[in-house]
């Protein structure tokens, strides 16, 4: 069935730094491509989304880039702040959203 | 946080009994979605419904049961023959089928 890959599980930057997380997946049919950060105990929230027309997005420190033809997204988050660190997903799909299995972020100071 | 309130926060199921879980929005999406989480594993799509009195499968639909009779209202059994129900459960909701998905704050399950 459908499969999204998300790398790396667990990821550690300094305060400051940039962080990538790097999402693979099966369907070419998918044409939607969301992301979500969780904190602790909270809902997943939507931070960004991008659709198979556009190959990047961006808003003030996150971006997303989508490589249709090697089917594969990433998640950039420059000038890392401490109230980034959370549990981010990616998803891929079309009328259905298959979720990675997320990666927990921890912005060291 | 969005108008999807899904209660109780926390459920304790005990041997062999169901148990339902509520998920109300009022947002007046046309589609919802049920999700569970469990560690490591992220979320995992259990049943959704793109329209009123309407609904499919999702990925691990085995053990779970629901219904779709009014637009804001998208419940969720957990039927005895789900084995292992301990986990985060998620409700979502969207102005349709491909619209961006909005959150509940969940449901923690557990078995006594």
């Known amino acids: 069935g459908e499969n999204v890959e998300q790398h790396p599980s667990t990821l550690s930057v300094q305060e400051g730094d940039s962080a990538v997380i790097k999402c693979t997946y099966s369907d070419s049919a998918s044409n939607y491509f969301p992301w979500y950060k969780q904190e602790l105990g909270k809902r997943p929230q939507l931070i960004i989304d991008?659709?198979?027309?556009?190959g990047e997005k961006k808003d003030q420190r996150i971006a997303v880039t989508l490589n249709k033809t090697a089917k594969h997204f990433s998640l950039h988050i420059t000038e890392t702040q401490p109230e980034d660190s959370a549990v981010y997903f990616c998803?891929?799909?079309?009328?259905?959203?298959?979720f990675g299995k997320g990666t927990r972020l921890h912005i060291l100071p | 946080d969005g108008g999807i309130t899904q209660s109780p926060k926390y459920l304790f199921r005990k041997e062999g009994q169901n148990v339902t879980l509520s998920c109300e929005q009022n947002l007046n999406h046309d589609a919802m979605y049920w999700y569970r989480q469990d560690p490591g594993q992220g979320l995992r799509l259990i049943y959704y419904?793109?329209?009123?009195?309407?609904?499919q499968k999702g990925d691990i639909a085995e053990g779970y049961s629901v219904s779709r009779e009014k637009k804001e209202s998208f419940p969720l059994t957990v039927t005895s023959a789900q084995k292992n129900p301990t986990a985060f459960y998620l409700c979502?909701?969207?102005?349709?089928?491909?619209?961006?998905?909005?959150f509940g704050a969940g449901t923690r399950l557990s078995v006594l």
């Open positions: 419904s793109q329209i009123v009195n309407d609904f």
């Open positions: 991008i659709r198979s027309n556009v």
């Open positions: 979502a909701s969207s102005i349709n089928d491909r619209g961006i998905q909005y």
């Open positions: 998803a891929a799909g079309d009328d259905k959203i298959i």
